[in-house]
């Protein structure tokens, strides 16, 4: 039995070490988190499923691979609506990078353009502005966020050298875990489906994921379940500009970073008030944040004037959201169908089709009565048409705002 | 430093067990002087202070003990009064470091008085190590334990594979162990080392961690308000069961495993309690060694004295099925109520594991005076076998995962809040994307009251399959020590073994092959210990390490 015993213990050590090797090969040459620029086979591992959880280790290692000159910044929204190859970008912003990240707040953006700037020079960054962020009061930054250990430069923009561990770290969890060998058997799965969850070279997100949602509960459900969450989310919460006292909010301390790093890099700065569906409109206003929404505007203003330096480009603030032919798209019934929207997923995601109409107006100049700039000329005539298309709407669709006060109320027992 | 770390795996435990086999070649005391060593810098590894706290406590012992042993018979007052000092100051110890904050708050809550109290110290596994300590005092006053030099002492209370979270074990049964001179390397004890530990830390990444992930939000809920539902409920209080059954089984197949590397065997503490049809035999194979310190050292001698006292008075004692009720109540009820109150707060300050410790004592309670007076009205053993088997395993289980709420939850309003849930009294959802596609069974649903919530309908399978998959586990798989049944992997441990590497698991009939001789073996030994190790980054600390 000793002999034998002897066997089991040296069997057991080769096989372990046998073991860990092809775990770890597998993951390397699958490489589900782009982190060792292995190439993306079709068919084998080309689709990228765990954009989903490893979203902000996959696109700080991928941005510096796609070595863009012009970004897009903001949440999901604009990972998923935006896309970064379209035909309206100007040649000098190409290639450009889709850097929108899953639940980013404007902190978080920041800290990402800065890790870019450390690599490139960039000429154009277009950066979605959910309104949302702007009413959190308290971002805890007093220690590390966990996304940051993937960045090149600390706070201040400086290398960081604790990043060369951070970056060994990164190579051994992306071959030798549990995690990254479940994330390399559902890349392969998914690569051989014809649409998975995914992200481009450019960083543009897949809309399989809320395709797929919207054919299993229909659009109805989708979107009456994101309204519930948003007015559990928001209620209570205002905007404001800063009264003596009162620190200003953390997203508007971050846009101002992005504003003046962007001035001081010469760089084309376009930022957007992204657009959102009518219910979410009306789920602001049952919340009483109307007029926070409409100072919040007029914030943006404020920020987006002042002079680059020398004679750089400027900043140029948009405006998206408001009642229109897009935003005022009819839900169907909550029983009736799954074909998806045209122009929304859900309350605050946009679809890729509006996410190009977007892009052309900034670009392409073409004006479809969509879209606004906002300058102190402008804002108090486009803070007024709003509230006036909001009056037309609810004439039209007494039904709609039926549905979402009864709703509000369920929350509000 | 947790067993389930790199630094443990990889450079703690390969450097003791090399530099420990080195050394012993040059004899018994370097080896254990090298095991001491390592075993206080494993201690400290976690926080410097806790080792200045448990290092003074354990000479006090050590000094108490040694006078106990000079002490002869003749001095039994002084003896005595020795051993109640020691366990005295054990205990005022463990109340300090531990639950002084605790009872200054109740005061303050009853009393309306303003005690203010810093923040404590609270060293590693004191719990453990003061019943431990208790253990051994005892020992050395019965007789039953020779004390031996004060390095064989910090052995025996600081020697890492046990130290934090057990098992319990007394003098007498390990200390002998490492008596062999010179220490040798048995490659028997390797490979049961490598099998238990293997396994362990599969139980503890790759299960305990995960299912745990399906309680959380359950047992978080009642802290913001949010209502618990039926099915949420049932999934929080079963995921956590799972949850601490594999994080403590893990723990205690590690803590065997380590300790047979160098050629001791620890006593058994886990024997798939689950499979229990009655909480009396649950609590013999969940955390033995912690009921048999209990029954030992508080239960036995609590119902000997009640028993004198009662016989002095003339009342009844229990006398099989003829026991009076009276009896009952004293002498089974209220020694297991105090042993179970103790035990429940031992476990964790605060009274939601006093109403833990409570709700397991009245289990015990029936269990004990149902045994006793069975007979009298049910006789027929066959058909009692054949009948309560299975409904004392759904009693049992049921009870078990019920109670569990209590250990979980932060607080006894919070666990109220669950078991709640559990009770349907806020009501029954299930997800839109699930009901909407049940057809007729949806309707039905709904007609009983049940609605639709917009909860993640793939969570809710996830949640259901893993849970599916351990029960089944649990259930019907042999534990680890049937696996290593021919290699006596526990002491205490025993099996209706079967000749030559072939046994039959003691419940579920199953065949089994020797998991050291059989081909397969190292394979499938090596899949658990590598499917641990890829999970290694995502660590987190044991359950029972913070008792």
């Given at each position: 039995?000793?002999?034998?015993?002897?066997?089991?213990?040296?069997?057991?050590?080769?096989?372990?070490?046998l073991?860990g090797?092809?775990?770890?090969?597998?993951n390397?040459?699958?490489?589900?988190?782009?982190?060792?620029?292995m190439?993306?086979?079709?068919?084998f591992?080309?689709?990228?499923?765990?954009?989903?959880t490893?979203?902000?280790?996959?696109?700080a290692y991928?941005?510096?691979?796609?070595a863009?000159?012009?970004?897009?910044?903001?949440?999901?929204?604009?990972?998923?609506?935006?896309?970064?190859?379209?035909?309206?970008w100007?040649?000098?912003?190409?290639?450009?990078?889709n850097?929108?990240?899953?639940?980013?707040?404007?902190?978080t953006?920041?800290?990402y353009?800065?890790?870019?700037?450390?690599?490139?020079?960039?000429?154009?960054?277009v950066?979605?502005?959910?309104?949302?962020?702007?009413?959190?009061?308290?971002r805890?930054?007093?220690?590390?966020l966990?996304?940051?250990?993937?960045?090149?430069?600390?706070?201040?923009?400086?290398?960081?050298?604790?990043?060369?561990?951070?970056?060994?770290?990164?190579?051994?969890?992306?071959?030798?875990?549990?995690?990254?060998?479940?994330?390399?058997?559902?890349?392969?799965?998914?690569?051989?489906?014809r649409?998975?969850?995914?992200?481009?070279?450019?960083?543009?997100?897949?809309?399989?994921g809320?395709?797929?949602?919207?054919?299993?509960?229909?659009?109805?459900?989708?979107?009456?379940?994101?309204?519930?969450?948003n007015m559990?989310?928001?209620r209570?919460?205002?905007?404001?500009?800063s009264?003596?006292g009162?620190?200003?909010?953390?997203a508007?301390?971050?846009l101002?970073?992005?504003?003046d790093?962007?001035r001081?890099?010469?760089?084309?700065?376009?930022?957007?008030?992204?657009?959102?569906?009518?219910?979410?409109?009306e789920?602001?206003d049952?919340?009483?944040?109307?007029?926070?929404?409409?100072?919040?505007?007029?914030e943006?203003?404020?920020?987006?004037r002042?002079?680059?330096?020398?004679d750089?480009?400027?900043v140029?603030?948009?405006?998206?959201?408001?009642y229109?032919?897009?935003?005022?798209?009819?839900?169907?019934?909550?029983?009736?169908?799954?074909?998806?929207?045209?122009w929304?997923?859900?309350?605050?995601?946009?679809?890729k089709?509006?996410?190009?109409?977007?892009l052309?107006?900034i670009?392409?100049?073409?004006?479809?009565?969509?879209g606004?700039?906002?300058?102190?000329?402008t804002?108090?005539?486009?803070?007024?048409?709003?509230?006036?298309?909001?009056?037309?709407?609810?004439?039209?669709h007494?039904?709609?705002a039926?549905r979402?006060r009864?709703?509000?109320?369920?929350?509000?027992? | 430093?947790?067993?389930?770390?790199?630094?443990?795996i990889?450079?703690?435990?390969?450097?003791?067990?090399?530099?420990?086999?080195a050394?012993?070649?040059?004899?018994?005391?370097?080896?254990?002087?090298?095991l001491?060593?390592?075993?206080?810098?494993?201690?400290?590894?976690?926080?410097?202070?806790?080792?200045?706290?448990?290092l003074?406590?354990?000479?006090?012992?050590?000094?108490?003990a040694?006078?106990l042993?000079?002490?002869?018979e003749?001095?039994?007052?002084?003896?005595?009064?020795?051993?109640?000092?020691g366990?005295?100051?054990?205990?005022?110890?463990?109340?300090?470091?531990?639950?002084r904050?605790?009872f200054?708050?109740?005061?303050?809550?009853i009393?309306?008085?303003?005690?203010?109290?810093?923040?404590?110290?609270?060293?590693?596994g004191?719990?453990?190590?003061t019943?431990?300590?208790?253990?051994y005092?005892?020992?050395?006053?019965s007789?039953?334990?020779?004390?031996g030099g004060?390095?064989?002492?910090l052995?025996?209370?600081?020697?890492?594979?046990?130290?934090?979270?057990?098992?319990?074990?007394?003098?007498?049964?390990?200390?002998?162990?490492?008596?062999r001179?010179?220490?040798?390397w048995?490659?028997?004890?390797?490979?049961?080392?490598?099998?238990?530990?293997?396994?362990?830390?599969?139980?503890?990444?790759v299960?305990?961690?995960?299912?745990?992930?399906?309680?959380?939000?359950?047992f978080?809920?009642?802290l913001?308000?949010?209502?618990?539902t039926?099915?949420?409920?049932w999934i929080?209080a079963?995921?956590?069961?799972?949850?601490?059954?594999?994080?403590?089984?893990?723990?205690?197949?590690?803590?065997?495993g380590?300790?047979r590397?160098?050629?001791?065997?620890?006593?058994?503490?886990f024997?798939?309690?689950?499979?229990?049809t009655?909480?009396?035999?649950?609590?013999?194979r969940?955390?033995?060694?912690?009921?048999?310190?209990l029954?030992?050292?508080?239960?036995?001698p609590?119902?000997l004295?009640?028993t004198?006292?009662?016989?002095?008075?003339?009342?009844?004692?229990?006398?099989?099925?003829?026991?009076a009720?009276?009896?009952?109540?004293?002498l089974?009820?209220?020694?297991?109520?105090?042993?179970?109150?103790?035990?429940?707060?031992?476990?964790?300050?605060g009274?939601?594991?006093?109403?833990?410790g409570?709700?397991?004592?009245?289990?015990?309670?029936?269990?004990?005076?149902w045994?006793t007076?069975?007979?009298?009205?049910w006789?027929?053993?066959?058909?009692?076998?054949?009948?309560?088997?299975?409904?004392g395993?759904l009693?049992?289980?049921g009870?078990?995962i019920?109670?569990f709420?209590?250990?979980?939850?932060?607080?006894?309003?919070?666990a109220?809040a669950?078991?709640?849930?559990m009770?349907?009294l806020n009501g029954?959802?299930?997800?839109?994307?699930?009901?909407?596609r049940?057809?007729?069974?949806?309707?039905w649903?709904?007609?009983?009251?049940v609605t639709?919530?917009?909860?993640?309908?793939?969570?809710?399978?996830?949640?259901?399959?893993?849970?599916a998959?351990?029960?089944?586990?649990?259930?019907?798989?042999?534990n680890?020590l049937e696996?290593?049944?021919p290699?006596?992997?526990?002491?205490?441990?025993?099996?209706?073994?079967?000749?030559?590497?072939?046994?039959?698991?003691?419940?579920?009939?199953?065949?089994?092959?020797?998991?050291?001789?059989?081909?397969?073996?190292?394979?499938?030994?090596?899949?658990?210990?590598?499917?641990?190790?890829?999970?290694?980054?995502?660590?987190?600390?044991?359950?029972?390490?913070?008792?």
């Amino acid at each position: 039995m000793t002999a034998d015993a002897g066997h089991f213990s040296r069997s057991w050590l080769v096989i372990c070490l046998l073991l860990g090797v092809v775990v770890a090969s597998a993951n390397v040459v699958i490489d589900p988190y782009l982190v060792f620029k292995m190439p993306r086979v079709n068919g084998f591992n080309d689709k990228k499923p765990s954009i989903e959880t490893k979203e902000r280790l996959i696109k700080a290692y991928e941005v510096i691979r796609a070595a863009p000159n012009g970004l897009i910044l903001g949440t999901s929204r604009v990972a998923l609506g935006l896309d970064a190859e379209h035909p309206s970008w100007p040649a000098k912003a190409r290639p450009v990078y889709n850097l929108g990240l899953a639940g980013a707040d404007l902190f978080t953006s920041y800290r990402y353009l800065q890790h870019v700037l450390a690599h490139r020079i960039v000429t154009t960054v277009v950066l979605g502005l959910d309104f949302e962020y702007f009413l959190i009061k308290k971002r805890d930054l007093s220690a590390p966020l966990e996304f940051e250990s993937y960045l090149s430069v600390d706070r201040d923009g400086r290398p960081d050298p604790s990043r060369r561990w951070y970056h060994l770290r990164d190579l051994a969890e992306a071959s030798f875990s549990l995690e990254a060998l479940g994330d390399s058997i559902a890349t392969v799965r998914a690569s051989r489906r014809r649409e998975a969850l995914d992200v481009t070279p450019a960083g543009n997100m897949s809309e399989a994921g809320f395709r797929q949602e919207t054919t299993e509960l229909g659009p109805a459900p989708l979107f009456e379940q994101r309204n519930l969450h948003n007015m559990r989310t928001y209620r209570g919460r205002t905007f404001a500009r800063s009264s003596p006292g009162e620190a200003d909010a953390p997203a508007l301390v971050a846009l101002r970073a992005i504003v003046d790093l962007c001035r001081a890099r010469g760089i084309q700065l376009e930022l957007f008030a992204q657009p959102m569906h009518a219910d979410l409109l009306e789920t602001l206003d049952l919340l009483g944040a109307w007029a926070s929404y409409e100072s919040w505007k007029r914030e943006l203003v404020e920020i987006g004037r002042g002079q680059a330096r020398g004679d750089g480009p400027g900043v140029r603030v948009w405006d998206f959201g408001g009642y229109d032919q897009f935003s005022t798209e009819p839900l169907p019934e909550i029983s009736d169908g799954r074909t998806p929207l045209r122009w929304f997923w859900e309350p605050s995601h946009y679809s890729k089709a509006l996410g190009d109409i977007i892009l052309t107006r900034i670009f392409g100049g073409a004006d479809r009565g969509y879209g606004v700039v906002l300058t102190p000329d402008t804002i108090e005539a486009r803070l007024a048409d709003v509230r006036e298309r909001r009056r037309t709407y609810r004439e039209r669709h007494p039904e709609d705002a039926r549905r979402l006060r009864s709703l509000y109320e369920s929350v509000s027992r | 430093m947790l067993f389930n770390s790199y630094q443990f795996i990889f450079l703690f435990l390969p450097v003791v067990v090399l530099g420990y086999f080195a050394l012993g070649r040059l004899g018994r005391l370097p080896a254990v002087v090298w095991l001491v060593l390592a075993s206080i810098g494993f201690y400290a590894f976690s926080r410097v202070d806790s080792l200045a706290i448990i290092l003074p406590s354990i000479v006090l012992d050590y000094l108490i003990a040694w006078g106990l042993e000079r002490l002869d018979e003749s001095r039994a007052r002084m003896r005595a009064g020795l051993l109640g000092v020691g366990l005295a100051a054990n205990i005022a110890f463990l109340g300090y470091f531990k639950y002084r904050d605790f009872f200054l708050d109740t005061t303050n809550l009853i009393f309306g008085s303003h005690f203010a109290f810093g923040s404590l110290i609270l060293p590693l596994g004191i719990s453990f190590i003061t019943f431990q300590k208790i253990a051994y005092l005892m020992d050395v006053y019965s007789g039953q334990v020779k004390a031996g030099g004060f390095l064989d002492f910090l052995l025996f209370t600081l020697f890492f594979p046990r130290v934090v979270a057990g098992p319990i074990v007394h003098y007498q049964e390990v200390m002998p162990q490492f008596d062999r001179s010179p220490v040798r390397w048995v490659p028997t004890d390797i490979a049961v080392a490598i099998c238990l530990f293997s396994i362990g830390l599969f139980k503890k990444v790759v299960i305990a961690d995960r299912v745990g992930d399906f309680a959380n939000p359950v047992f978080a809920a009642p802290l913001t308000g949010e209502p618990v539902t039926l099915l949420a409920g049932w999934i929080g209080a079963l995921a956590y069961t799972f949850q601490i059954y594999f994080d403590f089984s893990g723990y205690s197949d590690m803590a065997l495993g380590i300790a047979r590397i160098f050629g001791v065997v620890l006593p058994m503490n886990f024997n798939s309690p689950l499979k229990a049809t009655s909480i009396v035999e649950f609590w013999s194979r969940w955390h033995v060694t912690l009921t048999r310190f209990l029954t030992a050292y508080v239960y036995t001698p609590l119902v000997l004295n009640l028993t004198r006292r009662r016989m002095a008075q003339g009342k009844p004692v229990l006398r099989g099925r003829k026991t009076a009720m009276s009896a009952i109540l004293v002498l089974i009820g209220v020694p297991t109520l105090i042993t179970m109150t103790i035990s429940g707060f031992w476990h964790g300050v605060g009274f939601q594991f006093i109403v833990w410790g409570i709700l397991h004592g009245v289990m015990l309670t029936i269990n004990q005076a149902w045994r006793t007076l069975r007979p009298r009205f049910w006789r027929h053993q066959k058909s009692h076998d054949l009948i309560m088997t299975p409904v004392g395993f759904l009693l049992t289980f049921g009870g078990v995962i019920v109670t569990f709420v209590f250990f979980r939850a932060s607080s006894v309003s919070a666990a109220i809040a669950v078991l709640r849930g559990m009770a349907g009294l806020n009501g029954a959802t299930i997800p839109y994307a699930i009901g909407s596609r049940l057809g007729g069974l949806g309707a039905w649903l709904e007609r009983i009251g049940v609605t639709y919530d917009w909860s993640s309908g793939s969570q809710l399978i996830a949640a259901g399959a893993w849970l599916a998959v351990l029960f089944v586990i649990v259930m019907a798989m042999p534990n680890s020590l049937e696996l290593l049944a021919p290699y006596r992997p526990a002491l205490d441990f025993q099996t209706p073994a079967t000749p030559a590497g072939e046994m039959t698991s003691s419940r579920n009939r199953l065949r089994l092959v020797d998991i050291v001789q059989s081909r397969l073996g190292p394979a499938f030994v090596a899949v658990l210990a590598v499917a641990g190790v890829l999970g290694l980054h995502q660590a987190t600390g044991f359950l029972y390490w913070q008792f």
